[in-house]
């Protein structure tokens, strides 16, 4: 019988393993950690009965994918919840903007902008089905869907800041400039448009959902339809070389390529190797939870029913934040993102006490202690803010990358998003899964489609294991 090895426990790992052992593969899985799922665990972090994500909170891509049809995830007890706004940017004054599932609905609400952004997102939106199956999957292919394909790409490859004039209000530019940095890049940089552009789109297509019961929902769900298939699962154990795992017929690595590089070893052919070690992390995340009692009260009246919160201010404070991170520097006004996946789903929290998810982006490995500028800036949007915390949990860039490797210096989107690695993503090839080493492969998000609980990169990975096992 052909026998896998999956070596970390990560949404992509546990993808990969569902993956190969549908087909008939005989799969164990090793994760480091005690405890499975790598950036989809949730737990008590603050205080008992409040459940937070320990990782991802809300999510837009990982509804309708090829990896959830095929293994009926929603039929495993994996449900979603939605808030009234998927996400929502506060300004000065009580101002702002929010998101609807509805392009019409969310135009209207953006006065002059509004013509500009039911311009581009109306007609990504009808066809984005189209364009999710050509992005979830390496770049480098031929297109089934090349016209809605080339839009898609022509936004994308965009700075931000030149797309955002298409937004002819303040109000509309914050809000696009907010999702757009998700890409923890310079957003007057090429390509910096592409993750908001696809998490926009995204928003009015499926909308920013979260788990019921937290992240680890997903975990659990795919974790029923493993025991399906005897997948056997072993946590605590580290593999710092292919020598510990035997003589499976496949290893599939849920790693930071230079993890993998290190665990392959000898074995990697030198031009792989210098890939590996020489890919780009990008900045890193610095994270506070808190348990608020009765929630964030701001200004900004959609806010309040938002699952998520970007808290960046203007347009062009925005920008610099995102500017001083990529070079480096703190920025005394960082942006940050806030989850109020309690809003969606209310099992998280406890009568009027709530579990509030927030980060802000940050150098990479940044030493210092984000938690004062995270709680000034949500204070900027909504005075109060400070007397309603009743506890924190803090987890710095080193604490991250502690509690998951494949987060280097706290890049929770496990690589830089510039314009060579989001086409060219761990390397340049047509099998960006295949590690050059007969049967081994890397599945981790720093593979095609890149970061996001989707579990697509394991998935691809686990069916390149197949076709070329196949052959």
Known sequence: MTSAVVVGSGPNGLAAALTLAASGVQVTVIEAADTLGGGVRSSELTLPGLIHDECSGLHPLAIDTPFAREFDLAGADLQWAWAEHEYAHPLADGRG??????????????????????????????????????????????????LPLARFGTYSGMPATLLARRFASEEAQALFLGVAAHAFRPLNSLAS????????????????????????????????????HDVRLETGRTVNSLAELGKPD???????????????GEQLPAQVRRAYTRFRH??????????????????HEESRTAGTVHVAGSPAETVAAEREVAAGRMPSRPFVLVGQQYVADPSRSQSDLHPLYAYAHVPAGYAGDATEAIIDRIEDFAPGFRDRI?????????????????????????????PLQLVFRPRATPHPYDTGVSGVYLCSAATPPGAGAHGMCGYNAARRALAVLNR
Not at 119 to 131: E, H, K, N, S, W
Not at 199 to 227: E, F, K, M, N
Not at 250 to 264: E, K, R, Y
Not at 283 to 298: E, L
């Open 250 to 264: 496949l290893v599939m690595l849920d790693t930071s390529p230079s993890a993998a590089a290190a665990i392959v």
């Open 282 to 299: 990008g900045p890193g995340a610095f994270k506070v939870d808190f348990a608020i009692d009765g929630g964030v009260p701001w200004r």
């Open 390 to 418: 009743r506890a924190t949990a803090v987890r710095s860039t080193t604490e991250l990358a502690r509690h998951n490797p494949n987060y280097v210096g706290g890049d929770i989107t496990t690589g830089a998003n510039d």
């Open 193 to 228: 448009s592409a993750i908001g552009v696809a998490l926009g789109t995204a928003a009015h297509r499926y909308g920013w959902p979260a788990a019921v019961g937290g992240s680890v929902a997903i975990r659990d769900a795919v974790l029923r339809r493993c025991a399906e």
């Open 97 to 146: 903007a929010a998101v609807v599932r509805s392009v019409d609905a969310t135009a209207s609400s953006l006065g002059a902008g509004g013509n500009g952004w039911r311009r581009t997102f109306g007609p990504l939106t009808a066809r984005f089905d189209m364009i999710g199956a050509e992005f979830l999957q390496p770049i480098l292919h031929l297109p089934r869907h090349p």
